[in-house]
Nanobody, 115 residues
Framework: VQLQASGGGLAQPGGSLRLSCAAS????????MLWHRQAPEKQRELVAY???????YYADSVKGRFIISRDNAKNTVYLQMNSLKPEDTAVYYC??????????WGQGTLVTVSS
């Protein structure tokens, strides 16, 4: 499975960005699609995930501001990020879990929230 993330960039506090991550390869085997992030000098953390049935999970830090969704026809997962805060600044990574527990990661896209 190969993952290509896009949509990162610079946003002002209170602004919005939408990240996308398209999967290719053995995509029939994907169950859960996830977004993680890693801020400078911090550990990577889970932001949100969505199951193959469409059930979402959010970290407390983004709950009510971020929305994860997926388009199974396009094998793509999205992360709509609203009400952005400077502390959301990080490299955002998409990853997927397959039916046999394999975990594949994309290359990351940088999100910077600054005025």
């Amino acid at each position: 499975v190969q993952l290509q993330a896009s949509g990162g960039g610079l946003a002002q506090p209170g602004g919005s960005l939408r990240l996308s991550c398209a999967a290719s390869g053995s995509i029939f085997d994907i169950n859960t699609m996830l977004w993680h992030r890693q801020a400078p000098e911090k550990q990577r953390e889970l932001v949100a995930y969505i199951t193959d049935g469409g059930s979402p999970y959010y970290a407390d830090s983004v709950k009510g501001r971020f929305i994860i969704s997926r388009d199974n026809a396009k094998n793509t997962v999205y992360l709509q990020m609203n009400s952005l805060k400077p502390e959301d600044t990080a490299v955002y990574y998409c990853d997927v879990l397959t039916s046999i527990g394999a975990n594949y990661w994309g290359q990351g896209t940088l999100v910077t929230v600054s005025s």
